[in-house]
């Protein structure tokens, strides 16, 4: 379990590196299947799977932000403007909705959500030239969605924020950079409400923090925080064009398993 969870940590953090999108999507459905393994109860896996992957998004979004950084490529002006939203968005998803909806909900949501937005971002439909992002109460808005819905699949936001940034007429490789700064008020807002709506009812399951496994968490940061630099500095060189499509095959991937976990929960 320790030699999987190092591993998956490597992985995932050079993954949030190069896509800007926290891990949290590589994450889940692997920490599904581990925690399956280990024999977690059934109706308690994905929403852990879920948060502990968001929560490890603290550690790898900083990281991969100080190389992201190096480049000049963040735009921090519009990580000021959408992180209010995202943190009114993160704490109410963590700290409500998610408790209250179950293992199949949240498995077919993961599905849907992740497979759309890799459908979007295959199409590669241009964006009008005249395209720009909102004002700041916009953006704010557009952060309150995001935040909301990265909670309720334990993701860093880049899922929706990189799509949307490009739609606005954002540069892939800045959208990527400025999605990995946002990935830490995401991950804040949401880490609370996890810990806050699971402390009293999961207190008797052993190395639980809310719906937080902190033993599975330690060992993922101890990894992706070396990698997440590399990650970061392998974005800046692959062409806009073979980014997009890794992305988007990553994400189909993903959304393919967690729909079949869905089916399997709903005993279809």
Aim: hydrophobic share 55%.
């Amino acid at each position: 379990m320790l030699v999987c969870l190092l591993a998956l940590g490597a992985v995932v953090g050079f993954a949030a590196g190069l896509l800007g999108i926290g891990g949290g999507m590589l994450l889940v459905p692997f920490l599904t299947m581990l925690f399956g393994w280990q024999g977690m109860p059934q109706d308690l896996i994905v929403h852990a799977a879920i948060a502990t992957s968001m929560t490890s998004i603290l550690f790898t979004s900083l990281s991969s932000v100080r190389a992201h950084q190096r480049k000049g490529t963040i735009q921090w002006k519009i990580v000021f403007a959408m992180a209010p939203g995202i943190i009114v968005g993160g704490l109410f998803s963590g700290g409500a909705v998610f408790a209250a909806l179950s293992t199949a909900w949240l498995s077919l949501f993961f599905s849907l959500f992740v497979g759309y937005s890799a459908w979007n971002m295959l199409r590669n439909k241009k964006p009008k030239p005249s395209r720009q992002m909102p004002g700041i109460a916009g953006t704010s808005a557009v952060g309150a969605g995001i935040g909301f819905l990265s909670g309720l699949v334990g993701a860093g936001g880049g899922f929706l924020s990189v799509p949307f940034m490009v739609w606005c007429n954002v540069a892939l490789h800045t959208a990527v950079s400025t999605s990995a700064a946002l990935g830490f008020p995401i991950a804040l807002a949401n880490s609370i409400g996890y810990v806050a709506s699971g402390l009293n009812e999961n207190a008797s399951q052993p190395g639980m923090l809310g719906y937080i496994y902190w033993p599975a968490l330690l060992a993922l940061v101890a990894t992706s925080v070396l990698t997440a630099p590399a990650g970061a500095r392998m974005a800046h060189r692959l062409p806009v064009a073979t980014l997009k499509r890794v992305f988007a095959g990553l994400l189909f991937a993903l959304a393919a398993y967690m729909l079949a976990k869905a089916w399997q929960a709903f005993g279809v």
